[in-house]
């Protein structure tokens, strides 16, 4: 058997009368597979280029049969057809280049855009976009990835409604710049605006690396300048100021509870919110907090808990299963009354806390001043903070290590020290004091000394009667009462 190249070398070399004649055999008696032939050299050496459409063939009563058109967008297939009333395909391919335009504009606008919903999905954890961006350039965490995501839902895709954005490429580097004066004028403050613009960036760097636009408008925006009344940092409380406040009755218990948390761990807003039963845990017989979600890496951390909050903490979710977050339901109005009702705890007025910039977040910077001026060591602070630190330092701190256990728990002790001595009000740490139920009164379950005559007003805001005891005196019968919302032994 020959070859084809042996075949194809024969036919060039014959003569012209038996090619001719070979050829007008084929033809006459081969006529479908030389059409066959012929039609797949022609797929193969026409330069085709994408119609952008697609013609689909139905049944149709008064034709016979109908053309739907269907077109692409964004480099998929839009969901509807339609009809082109005609049964010719030529017209059918007409009509369909003459009305693409109107026909795309009219279902964007009354579908909302395709793109305005590819922003709105970007973030989300079933979208195979993001999981694609996430396999490249590695998972945000789950806070800041909420946050992204509320960003684009309700800022930046009622934004992009406003202006009808029917394409990729009508987003400009004017438009964000419109976008950013959008948010300025809503009272949004100039750092702020740009924290929200980093969330557009990572959705502009896909588009353009998967060729959906050709350049990123987000790489030559340029970030609003700050203002110097906005670099201005957060006030907090004087020390002294605080001293003893969590040691008085609150009418609001999850105020309370929150302000108690804040100023004694230095926890972020979203750590608080995060944290279920099972991430407290404890390291040579003191209580910490597993941090295993926050706004950066550095945030994953162990965070000290004193014996106090602990109580506090695990008195209020007794009712809450393990794996719930204990502040799951706490949005941003509770943490706006916390740090309102802290003002009325120390008579202080609303106008006090506007020009003092003082916030509930301002409990991280109380406890930063607390832990500074007690001398615990500015590589602790930020370690305990979450902020970023040197890799030495975190090796130092590393709670899988042993020694770097034997440091932390140091470190914590030295902190429920300084917050024992600044904050609770006791000359020595003596534990959390609980107090007990007795047939002649109450009982001090951490001195074992028993308290009678117990004043009605000792119940601790959460309803229970754990609370914090001053040392009871070493001779003489001592009673406990409260002096203007303040525990103290009273010697006869």
Known sequence: MKTLQQAVSDINGADKKNFLALRSIIATECFSTLKALKLIDYEYNTIRQAKGYNLVKQNSKKLGHVYYVRYWYARRMLPSKWCTHTNIYEKACEFAEQNRERIISGYLTKNGSEVVRFFEKFYDLNNPVYQSECIRNGELKGVTRER????LRDDFAPFLRRKRIRSFEEITVPLLDDFQDELLLRGIKSKSVNCEMASLGRVFRYLTRKGLMKTNPYINLGQIPVKPEEEEGRGCYELEKMKGIFNILWEDKLSYLLNLIIH?????????????????????????????????????RLVPLHDLVYTAITDFAKDIDEETPVFGKVTDHFFRKAYMELGKMLNVSGDFLKEQRITFYSGRHFWKTLMNAGGLGEDAEEVFMGHKVTNDVAKLYNHRDKQGKELLVKKAQEIFGILDRNLFGSATRIGSAAVSASTTGYRSLVTGREVVNIDERLTHP???????????PETGIATLKSVNGVLKWITD
Not at 148 to 151: D, E, F, H, L, T
Not at 266 to 280: A, L, S, V
């Open 148 to 151: 992204y995501k509320a960003i």
């Open 264 to 300: 004694t761990t230095d926890m972020r807003n979203g750590e608080i919110r995060n944290f279920c039963k099972t991430d407290i845990i404890t390291i040579s017989e003191c209580y910490f907090i597993d941090i295993k979600d926050s706004k950066t890496k550095n945030g994953i």
């Open 462 to 472: 959460l309803d229970t009667f754990h609370f914090r005891l001053p040392i009871p």
